[in-house]
């Protein structure tokens, strides 16, 4: 038997944690170098997947079932599989997090060891989500990203931090708990929790999937966050210390949505059919208003954190639209958003540093001050106001297509409400960026910022060139999605056809 | 040779852009100064070599191609690809860009010298010369674009450099923040058009499946006659986009801010180019407005609505920029007024004259800006360079910047044998056998075109200096001045690209645009339109040559009274935008941020916690210490245990 | 018969006085001897219903040894007499509400589901010898026997660290 | 010999008469006492119980009873003397630290 890669993948980080206890806590560097050294090799074994994974085969690849214990007389085991879809977000996780470690090289000095380990422990509950194929083994995964993320919030957070963690907790353990009977009442009423038998068999009924639609929904709507569920995202984007924001925003978000991705549509194609108007509406509203309530932030990061919401509101959109533009659009969107976002929290954790605030006010014209991150800064922005030729565009612009054209949404008004968001975009985040990198220079303690240091420009270059690539040639990534996104429409348009 | 294989050369006119860009980012602080403005200048200069060969290699096949380069996005059925089309639309807009623009990088050579030192940051000029080189990239992949979708990329990147353009000087300005204040407001109101753009897209490709010009203005015909609607839909979008691009009502405020940007910034993105770009647009989708009369009337009362309102504005200005600022709305007025009518090749020739003129202009008022910079005193703050009331008489001090303002002036106003007299004419003639309406409207703004230019000339050159930097202006050096006397030529030339019975521009455009039956050259609107500009110039010589007290009291003032007032506050228009759209948004946002969100949703959850706070305090009293309360409520259990077994 | 029933009722006159006595007395060396009483009319049941080996160990263990074990704790702390006015209101009502309602339940259940005719039996040789016991102890119940003696080792090992000043001193 | 209902009855006095002492005594070791009664009813009712079925298996439950009594007890004046130590005083109701 070959090495398994999807294994190897989720289980590295494991042994990086093991080999971090075996280390003295006050041995501080060789602490962040192993946490590096193991995210990099990860990341390393995850792109070895890419290259053994065949990107015109709608099918999950290097599955594996063990058998674990049973329920109700239901197997459940470890089953891990990877597809075109998922593939993109375990990149995203194993790309992020060495770049998100390589941030707190100097932000972090306390409890090294502890962090570490929880970020490693991180990435492993993150990459189990993503190739979960048990309903069961996802649930448990999805649950344990809370765990370690409650902690870097809560110990290593600002001033509000532990109200923000436990906010945090509270919101996401309230939806997934209804996740939780749903995922039990699916596997004990059709006598499954594999999702690859599950999926496409038609066994739901109808009527059953409305209900469930709203159970698995709910979770994953407060994940993502969905107006108006997202009012713990604020609190534990601002409190998280930068390389917990970066994570909280480049990947934990995404769960949400990815969650909708293989949950919701294949499981409930009826019912998705039936509630994309809906959730559709529920985005556009969230675009607009989080685009809205982000122009008056005055904390830089509370700033992003509703940008987040209007971001992220787009890539429902794109789910909704339930065809092949809006569905890949939204994949890419969601590859896109942990790019730019994840950039701009590092680079407002890069100002953090140097000034120990995050207030607009306490900033203005450091473009003169600090002019290579000024440039960096420019370039991120940009890409999260969706420039053409930058990764956002191309994310955007196909979701607003998808969406325009869906017909199950059922009338272009969504998608063209929708594009004022990107009017909307550009008054926030050129605001933001006048207030920190333009005008003159106020205060005095900004005269003598220093400007970055080249481990600064090593975590935001792969971002901004992977931006500059998914903006120029996005080709790449939508043929790697494109045969696993085909099949979910089939599985809808079938499940459409037959409603009728 | 291959014309094949010489279209292919094609995509260079945005790699040469690019590689000079990059060239610069890399070294151009290493090598200094020189160094970075020649890169840059080479780097545009190739470009219009290359355009140069494509317009060759077009003569003979003036059919031209569509040279792919890559795939963009492929999604399903949208198939969008990274292509450029060479046709003779194109090749004469990229060779204004790249003409006009490689002059505008010469001058910036001289011009920028004086301006980072001036402003006191030397370390500026390298990042100039990027931006600027990035903005001919994108001006380029704009015009060289073969589907909406990729012109869009274009469309977007000379909003983004016109925004870092503007936003050069970010900490000078009204409060330090003056600058980056115009630079924002640009580009949100670009966005604003940008919306309307992106919609007409989606439109475009749900209702033709395309975004590929050809494809989609093949079947125009049909899809007018299956869905008038969309088609209106589509057209008034992309106005939408237009008159955020181009500077047309409503959304022209951004221009006239726009002028904090360096000069050469002014001349080349604010009036040669970026803003004909919206010309260029409906231009191109002419085919889409020739379908849809409603949509057509709609453009050119916008345009020339546009004209005669700016040209208000214009009047009563006293920042020479910003003047120009508002002569080049009108302009832009008149060419949307033309393809709105159908003359889309007198807005094209238009469009071009406008480049040498205008850009002639701008820069030559650059000349005159850094004239009196030099003539200010050491550490004098208290003239403004821009401001024409404290010129005056700089005609002696500055001879060859005065001669080619002259030029500009004169061709800007009109006057045989220009090359504004002839494009201008033009539209005048359509207008004049199509749509009486519009010529009135248009013949006004184009008198009050020459009225405000003779006003400037009279302001800026004639008379007594009134300030003592006037009064020590010098003339610039040889590379501002080259470019200068270059523009000139092309502005006392520029006719002849499409006299009137020999049409060259139009044989050239109908390639692509189809045979545009050429109005007919009308003595009498020629007759007419010269007698206006002529008028307007007298005019303005009269009144503004007269001796003025100190300090400078406009003369129109007491003679309109408060209609003065109007113009010279631009019809508050600024103000009016603030009070029903930015300030109610402002107050929106606010709204929804701390009343909605913190109050209303964040409470959400909140509530819910509170509530579970609350029965737990309630509960939290039986919890009260005592062992005897609690044996009590054992009994209390056991008593409604055993209860419930009897009753049952 | 009677005779029984005599003997039955007059201890069981004795049993419910003492109790009441037990709770009712404001010393509490009284109502350590008033359970004593109690304890040994109840040892006197278990011996007329055949059960001598409880019966002792009642006597011995329960009357002897843990009410001296009372006494002693009783006479060490000073048989202090705490102030017994009773501040929650609800308290006695409720509890003396509740006991009654208990007690008419436990009658009723007994008035109903068991009839009067059903008598206890003599004593037998096989129940009442303490063979018997010990066998069923160290067989069927030998776990929980084992389980009990831990469970008493425990306690004797918990008594004296519970008790152990100097220890409690020495964390201070 | 005597109806069972008769020893039932007065099991079922007894325990009551501990409930109401356990409820209204505010002396520790009174409340102590009052336990040890109501588990002297209830080891009554496994003998009453274990005569009528012939049975052993209720006295040898009232032998875990009693043991498991005596091991409450040493424990429980244990920690009544612990208590004492630091309260000086046996009233119940000056325990009432640990609460909600």
């Not at chain 2, 003569?59 to 996005?73: C, F, Q, R, S």
């Not at chain 2, 001669?403 to 002036?409: D, E, F, P, S, T």
């Amino acid at each position: 038997m070959s090495l398994n890669p999807l294994l190897l993948t989720i289980a590295f980080p494991l042994a990086g944690v093991v080999v971090m206890l075996l280390l003295k806590a006050k041995w501080k560097n060789a602490i962040r170098w192993t946490a590096l050294l193991t995210s990099l090799v990860t990341f390393g074994l995850s792109l070895w997947m890419l290259s053994q994974f065949n990107s015109a085969s709608p099918d999950l690849q290097f599955e594996i079932n063990q058998a674990w214990f049973s329920l109700g007389g239901n197997p459940i085991g470890f089953h891990i599989g990877v597809d075109g879809i998922s593939i993109l977000m375990v990149l995203l996780t194993t790309f992020l997090t060495p770049l998100a470690i390589l941030s707190t090289w100097k932000a972090v000095d306390e409890k090294v060891k502890s962090f570490m380990a929880f970020f490693l422990l991180l990435e492993v509950g993150m990459l189990g989500v993503f190739l979960s194929l048990d309903m069961v083994l996802f649930y448990i995964f999805w649950e344990f990203t809370l765990i370690p993320m409650y902690f870097l919030i809560g110990l290593w957070g600002g001033e509000r931090r532990v109200y923000a963690a436990v906010k945090f907790f509270l919101y996401t353990m309230a939806g997934s708990v209804l996740m939780l009977a749903g995922i039990l009442w699916i596997g004990l009423q059709y006598g499954s929790f594999n999702l690859t038998q599950l999926v496409g068999s038609g066994m739901i009924p109808a009527a059953a999937q409305l209900w469930l639609f709203g159970a698995f929904g709910l979770a994953f709507a407060i994940k993502v966050p969905m107006f108006p569920l997202h009012s713990w995202l604020p609190d534990a984007h601002t409190e998280a210390p930068t390389a917990g924001s970066v994570i909280l925003a480049g990947v934990l978000l995404k769960m949400g949505a990815y969650g909708f991705l293989r949950f919701n549509l294949p499981l409930f194609p009826d019912a998705s059919i039936q509630f994309a108007p809906w959730m559709a509406g529920l985005a556009v509203v969230g675009i607009i208003y989080g685009a809205l309530v982000a122009y008056r932030q005055k904390d830089v990061k509370k700033l992003v954190a509703y940008s987040s919401i209007s971001h992220l509101g787009f890539v429902v959109l794109g789910i909704f639209a339930l065809n092949l533009q809006g569905l890949q659009g939204a994949i890419l969107q969601m590859v896109n958003h942990g790019l730019s976002t994840g950039a701009l929290f590092l680079v407002v954790g890069m100002l953090y540093e140097r000034r120990h605030t995050r207030l607009l006010e306490n900033f203005g014209g450091l473009w003169k001050v600090v002019p290579v991150m000024g440039t960096l800064a420019l370039i991120t922005m940009l890409s999260s106001v969706g420039l053409p030729g930058l990764n956002g565009f191309v994310g955007e612009f196909t979701i607003l297509l998808g969406a325009f054209g869906s017909e199950a949404i059922g009338s272009p008004w969504f998608a063209g409400v929708a594009t004022l968001g990107v009017i909307l975009a550009a008054v926030y985040l050129f605001h933001m960026f006048q207030k920190l990198f333009l005008g003159p220079v106020i205060h005095e303690e900004n005269q003598k910022l220093k400007d970055v240091s080249v481990r600064e420009i090593l975590i935001l270059a792969p971002i901004l060139l992977l931006a500059f690539w998914i903006g120029l040639y996005p080709k790449p990534f939508f043929m790697l999605m494109a045969p696993a996104v085909e099949k979910l429409t089939t599985i809808i348009q079938s499940a459409a056809l037959l409603a009728q | 040779m291959e014309s094949g294989l010489t279209f292919n050369l094609v995509p260079w006119v945005v790699f040469l852009p690019l590689i000079g860009l990059s060239i610069n980012l890399l070294f151009g602080r290493k090598f200094g100064e020189s160094f970075s403005g020649t890169v840059a200048s080479l780097a545009t200069g190739l470009a219009f070599v290359v355009s140069v060969i494509l317009a060759v290699a077009l003569a003979n096949h003036p059919e031209g191609v569509t040279v792919p380069l890559a795939d963009w996005i492929t999604i399903g059925s949208l198939t969008v690809r990274w292509a450029f089309r060479v046709d003779t639309l194109s090749v004469v807009m990229m060779l204004v860009v790249s003409g006009v623009g490689t002059l505008i990088h010469i001058y910036s050579i001289g011009y920028m010298h004086n301006d980072v030192r001036h402003n006191g940051d030397e370390g500026r000029y390298t990042r100039f010369f990027v931006f600027l080189n990035l903005f001919i990239a994108a001006m380029m992949i704009l015009v060289s674009a073969d589907n909406f979708l990729m012109m869009f990329v274009g469309w977007e990147g000379v909003g983004l450099c016109s925004y870092l353009l503007i936003g050069f000087w970010f900490e000078k300005g009204k409060n330090g923040t003056g600058n980056s204040e115009a630079a924002k407001k640009a580009f949100i109101a670009n966005r604003i058009g940008d919306f309307g753009l992106l919609i007409a897209m989606f439109l475009i490709f749900v209702n033709f499946g395309s975004f590929e010009f050809d494809a989609v203005f093949s079947q125009a015909a049909a899809i007018t006659a299956d869905k008038p609607g969309v088609m209106l839909a589509i057209t008034l979008f992309m106005l939408l986009g237009v008159t955020g691009k181009s500077a047309q009502l409503p959304l022209y405020v951004w221009l006239p801010d726009a002028m904090a940007g360096p000069t050469p910034v002014s001349a080349l993105i604010h009036a040669a180019t970026m803003v004909t770009a919206g010309v260029y647009l409906m231009t191109r989708s002419a085919a889409f407005y020739m379908l849809v009369p409603n949509a057509q009337s709609v453009v050119m009362w916008v345009g020339a609505a546009t004209a005669l309102f700016a040209a208000t504005i214009a009047v009563a200005q006293y920042d020479i920029k910003k003047v120009l600022a508002y002569s080049t709305i009108s302009q832009l007025g008149f060419m949307v007024a033309a393809v709105g009518m159908g003359a889309t090749v007198a807005g094209m020739f238009h469009l071009i004259t406008h480049a040498f003129f205008k850009g002639l202009l701008f820069l030559a008022a650059g000349s005159v800006i850094q004239g009196v910079e030099r003539g200010m005193h050491h550490g004098d703050h208290g003239t403004d360079p821009q401001d024409m009331r404290q010129m005056g008489g700089i005609r002696k001090q500055m001879p060859v910047t005065f001669w080619v303002y002259l030029i500009g002036a004169l061709a800007l106003s009109g006057i045989a044998p220009l090359a504004g007299f002839f494009s201008k004419d033009e539209i005048l003639a359509a207008a004049w056998t199509s749509q009486p309406g519009i010529f009135i409207v248009l013949a006004l703004a184009a008198f009050m075109t020459a009225f405000y230019m003779g006003r400037q000339l009279v302001m800026v050159f004639f008379g007594d200096a009134r300030s003592e930097a006037a009064k020590g202006a010098t003339e610039s050096k040889l590379v501002v001045t080259l470019p200068l006397m270059i523009l000139a030529g092309l502005s006392v030339l520029g006719g002849l690209l499409n006299l009137p019975g020999l049409h060259t521009l139009e044989h050239w455009l109908e390639h692509t645009l189809g045979k545009v039956e050429p109005a007919h050259f009308v003595w009498l609107v020629a007759g007419i339109s010269l007698v206006l500009a002529l008028l307007g110039l007298g005019l303005g010589w009269m009144i503004y040559s007269r001796k003025n007290e100190k300090p400078f009291v406009d003369p129109l003032k007491k003679a309109l009274g408060p209609l003065f007032t109007g113009m010279e506050n631009k019809w508050w228009v600024d103000e009016l935008y603030a009070a029903v759209i930015l300030n109610p948004y402002k107050a929106f946002a606010h709204f929804m941020a701390e009343p909605v969100d913190l109050g209303v949703i964040d409470r959400i959850g909140g509530g819910l916690a509170a509530g579970t706070r609350a029965m737990a305090e309630g509960l939290r009293k039986l919890e009260n210490g005592y062992i005897r309360t609690y044996g009590l409520l054992m009994l209390l259990g056991l008593t409604a245990i055993l209860t419930w077994l009897f009753l049952h | 018969m009677t005779l029984n029933l005599l003997l039955f009722l007059a201890l069981a006159v004795i049993a419910i006085a003492s109790a009441a006595g037990l709770i009712m007395s404001r010393n509490t060396v009284y109502s350590a001897l008033f359970l004593i009483i109690n304890f040994l009319t109840v040892a006197v049941f278990y011996l007329v219903m055949g059960a001598p080996f409880i019966a002792l160990a009642q006597i011995t263990v329960y009357a002897g040894a843990i009410m001296v074990l009372f006494l002693f704790v009783i006479m060490m702390l000073g048989a202090e007499k705490p102030n017994e006015i009773e501040r929650m209101k609800w308290q006695r009502p409720l509890a003396i509400v509740l006991s009654g309602a208990i007690l008419l339940e436990g009658v009723y259940a007994l008035i109903t589901r068991v009839a009067v005719n059903v008598t206890t039996s003599p004593a037998t040789e096989a129940l009442s010898d303490p063979k018997t016991l010990g066998i069923s102890l160290y067989t069927k119940y030998s776990l929980p026997f084992e389980i009990t003696s831990v469970i008493l080792l425990v306690a004797a090992i918990g008594a004296v660290i519970l008790t152990n000043k100097s220890r409690k001193e020495a964390g201070k | 010999m005597i109806p069972i209902a008769y020893p039932l009855s007065l099991a079922a006095i007894l325990f009551i008469i501990g409930i109401i002492g356990f409820l209204l005594r505010k002396n520790a070791i009174v409340i102590f006492m009052c336990l040890e009664l109501m588990f002297n009813a209830a080891n009554l009712v496994f003998i009453t119980f274990s005569n009528y079925y012939q049975l052993i298996d209720g006295q040898v439950f009232v032998v875990f009873v009693m043991t498991v009594a005596a091991a409450e007890v040493a424990v429980g004046l244990a920690l009544m003397v612990a208590i004492f130590r630091t309260k000086h005083s046996i009233d119940i109701d000056q325990m009432n630290s640990l609460k909600g």
